[in-house]
C-alpha cells in the first residue's frame, strides 16, 4: 500500500510563502495525476491544485490561482505546493493525493490514496 506524507506547513504571515511536500513511499506519481486539497475547520475538503503525471498539465481553484503552484518530481516520487501571497483565509489542513487517473481532475472521488495532512496557519 503506497502511503503518502505530507511536510512543510506551519505558521506564515499574511503575504508570505510556504512550500508544502508531499512524499509516496514507493514509485507510483509518475504514472497517475496528483492533487492538493485542503479543509478549514467546520468545512468541507476543497480542492486546491492538481497536476497531471507527466507534470505538463494543471488545474487550480479560482482562488488559489496566479499565488499557488503545483509541480512534481517523478525521479523523487514528490508533488510540491508553492504558496505565494498567502492570505489567512488560505488557513486549513492541508492533504495530498493520488488520482485513479493520470490526469489533473479536480474531483475528490476521483483520488484513491490520500496523505495524513498538514496544518497551515497565515495569521500575523
Known amino acids: 500500500q503506497v502511503q503518502l506524507v505530507e511536510s512543510g506547513g506551519g505558521l506564515v504571515q499574511p503575504g508570505g510563502s510556504l512550500r508544502l511536500s508531499c512524499a509516496a513511499s514507493?514509485?507510483?506519481?509518475?504514472?497517475?495525476?496528483m492533487g492538493w486539497f485542503r479543509q478549514a475547520p467546520g468545512k468541507e475538503r476543497d480542492f486546491v491544485a492538481a497536476?497531471?503525471?507527466?507534470?505538463?498539465?494543471?488545474s487550480y481553484a479560482g482562488s488559489v490561482k496566479g499565488r499557488f503552484s503545483i509541480s512534481k518530481d517523478n525521479a523523487k516520487n514528490t508533488v510540491y505546493l508553492q504558496m505565494n501571497s498567502v492570505k489567512p483565509e488560505d488557513t486549513a489542513v492541508y492533504y495530498c493525493?493520488?488520482?485513479?487517473?493520470?490526469?489533473?481532475?479536480?474531483?475528490?472521488?476521483?483520488?484513491?490514496?490520500w496523505g495524513q495532512g498538514t496544518q497551515v496557519t497565515v495569521s500575523s
Open positions: 497536476i497531471n503525471w507527466s507534470g505538463d498539465s494543471t
Open positions: 514507493r514509485r507510483t506519481l509518475s504514472s497517475y495525476g
Open positions: 493525493a493520488v488520482a485513479l487517473c493520470a490526469s489533473a481532475t479536480t474531483t475528490p472521488s476521483a483520488y484513491r490514496i
